[in-house]
């Protein structure tokens, strides 16, 4: 388990603060365009008989990776800046 999944274990007021910081984040526009291009993507290359689990669609790179990779990038949307 995370450092941070405990964290938010043991405080419920912060539990509660950052699923309202979350639901703010995924109702943008732009966050909701992402989710659904990946849920098509992931459709699409179910129905095409690929192999998706534990895999997560990579939007910079527009093709399925490891879900620890797309996740675990540092930086600011996971990419560092030229």
């Not at 526009?29 to 990579?58: F, I, T």
């Amino acid at each position: 388990m995370g450092k941070s999944t405990e964290y938010y274990r043991k405080n419920a007021k912060a539990r509660r603060k950052k699923a309202a910081t979350d639901k703010k984040i995924n109702a943008r526009p732009s966050q909701v365009k992402k989710r659904v291009e990946a849920n098509r993507a992931r459709r699409k290359a179910k129905a095409a008989g690929k192999n998706v689990k534990g895999k997560d669609y990579d939007h910079a790179v527009k093709r399925f990776v490891k879900s620890s990779t797309n996740r675990g990038r540092k930086g600011e949307g996971g990419r560092k800046k030229k």
